[in-house]
């Protein structure tokens, strides 16, 4: 009996440790950092007319701020953010790779960032294909309008199209090439064509009682123009 109390004892003495043993594997366990991982991705390039494909760089499990170098088309050194993350936008498309040295390590190390085929503007948008674009002009030439304000010119544009998806489109006014206004044109099963009523400002000369203008539709993902006539007005005598 006296033998009894010592083991019974010893053996209430070791099962805490045990669990506290058990406590600490499992919490480390939920403590794994995540492998650091690079990915490339795309962006709309912002509705701007002739706009180019942008990207962005997203880095992740990483150490919180981490020194990190990143080499390909748009190289440059930086830190992490403290929950080892960062994301840099408008990169230029291509390769890269991000070297870092771990904490205590004397040895760098490098991981190859995930790099998805390059996409063109318009990608991604569905399988729409622009087969026709046409303006008429809507305001009769020769017609007598008022010029004591700009006189307003009406226009009608068409984009045809077979398939879903969006189009990108803008206006030119006369021989400008700057943009005077720009949108996008959704084809939806049964829509196989878009009209765009455009209207704008004739340019009242002074001493001069006519009014002439023209306009361009683009649509610079298909590379396709359509001019309109050139119309003539005439401003009413004061």
Not at 44 to 53: A, D, W
Not at 123 to 130: A, E, L, P, W
Request: net charge positive.
């Amino acid at each position: 009996m006296l033998l009894a109390a010592p083991l019974l004892a010893s053996s209430l003495a070791l099962t805490p440790a045990f669990a506290a043993q058990g406590r600490t594997a499992g919490a480390g366990a939920a403590r794994a950092p995540m492998a650091p991982s690079c990915e490339l991705t795309p962006r709309s390039g912002g509705g701007n007319p002739g706009g180019k494909m942008g990207y962005d760089l997203h880095l992740s499990g990483f150490a919180p701020n981490q020194s990190v170098r990143v080499e390909g088309k748009s190289s440059f050194r930086t830190t992490v953010d403290d929950t080892g993350s960062l994301d840099r936008q408008g990169v230029r498309y291509g390769t890269y790779t991000v070297s870092y040295r771990e904490s205590g390590s004397r040895q760098g190390k490098h991981i190859d960032c995930a790099t998805p085929s390059r996409e063109k503007p318009g990608d991604g948008k569905g399988d729409v294909k622009v087969t026709k674009v046409e303006v008429v002009t809507l305001t009769k030439s020769g017609s007598t309008v008022d010029c004591t304000s700009p006189p307003k010119l009406e226009f009608d544009g068409k984009i045809t199209a077979t398939g879903q998806g969006k189009v990108r489109y803008f206006w030119t006014y006369a021989s400008s090439a700057d943009p005077i206004s720009s949108g996008t044109a959704e084809f939806t099963p049964g829509i196989t064509s878009v009209s765009l009523l455009k209207v704008v400002e004739g340019s009242v000369m002074a001493n001069t009682p006519t009014v002439s203008a023209f306009v361009t539709l683009h649509v610079p993902d298909f590379n396709m123009t359509a001019q309109s006539e050139t119309v003539h007005v005439t401003c009413k005598q004061p």
